[in-house]
């Protein structure tokens, strides 16, 4: 069996800790304490950590991954020290998922390398859109509700992490899905 990833998680809330060692139980990821305040020293290999903890910049000096448990609306620039951010309402497998990122070293833009490719319903409505059709057009060409489209166009940006129409068309052009002719 794979060594377990010791976590250490510091937030004021035990209603997070709880939930959070919880989730975890089951993984590949041991919960070692639960705390409220930053330890002067630790010995894990990950920690979880409520921002909202004033001390919270010391657990940088740690040199262990630093991941932002979330539970309200905060400054993105102050997010961006963490190597990962969870929030309270991520459902279970993306946490782990998130978590699974952090220790395996891989970023946000590896997301098609780590088994999200695209389904081919997705690779249809990205060809649709690089073609400038409108999420109607797409849905009644498709027979789908323009709110399955939306969702599927969400998810394409999740998973290529490109949003902007033009870059949706640069990327299928690149995959091969269409013919740069193709497009009006």
Same mark, same amino acid.
């Given at each position: 069996?794979? +060594?377990?990833?010791?976590?250490?998680?510091?937030?004021? $809330?035990? @209603?997070?800790?709880?939930?959070?060692?919880?989730?975890?139980?089951?993984?590949e990821?041991?919960?070692?304490?639960?705390?409220?305040?930053?330890?002067?020293?630790?010995?894990?290999?990950?920690?979880? @950590?409520?921002?909202?903890? *004033? $001390?919270?910049?010391s657990?940088?000096?740690?040199? /262990?991954?630093?991941?932002?448990?979330?539970? &309200?609306?905060?400054d993105? !620039? =102050?997010? $961006?020290?963490?190597? +990962?951010?969870? =929030?309270? %309402?991520?459902?279970p497998?993306?946490?782990?998922r998130?978590?699974r990122? /952090?220790? =395996?070293? &891989?970023? +946000?833009?590896?997301?098609?390398q780590?088994g999200?490719?695209l389904?081919?319903?997705e690779?249809?409505?990205?060809?649709?859109?690089?073609?400038?059709?409108?999420?109607?057009?797409?849905? %009644?060409?498709?027979?789908?509700?323009?709110?399955?489209?939306m *969702?599927? !166009?969400?998810?394409? &940006?999740?998973k290529?992490?490109?949003?902007?129409?033009?870059?949706?068309?640069? %990327? &299928?052009?690149?995959?091969?899905?269409i013919?740069? +002719? $193709?497009?009006?």
């Amino acid at each position: 069996m794979n +060594e377990r990833t010791r976590v250490l998680i510091i937030s004021p $809330s035990e @209603i997070i800790s709880s939930g959070l060692k919880a989730i975890l139980a089951h993984t590949e990821f041991v919960v070692e304490d639960c705390l409220v305040d930053v330890p002067d020293s630790a010995d894990s290999d990950m920690i979880l @950590i409520d921002p909202v903890i *004033t $001390s919270y910049n010391s657990v940088f000096s740690f040199d /262990v991954p630093v991941v932002a448990i979330i539970h &309200a609306a905060y400054d993105e !620039r =102050s997010l $961006s020290q963490f190597s +990962e951010v969870i =929030s309270i %309402y991520d459902r279970p497998q993306a946490m782990i998922r998130k978590l699974r990122k /952090v220790v =395996s070293g &891989a970023s +946000e833009d590896d997301s098609l390398q780590d088994g999200r490719e695209l389904s081919p319903r997705e690779k249809e409505i990205l060809v649709c859109v690089a073609k400038g059709m409108l999420n109607k057009e797409i849905a %009644y060409k498709y027979n789908l509700s323009i709110f399955t489209v939306m *969702t599927h !166009r969400k998810n394409i &940006a999740a998973k290529t992490g490109i949003k902007s129409i033009a870059g949706l068309t640069a %990327y &299928a052009i690149l995959q091969g899905l269409i013919d740069i +002719e $193709s497009i009006k």
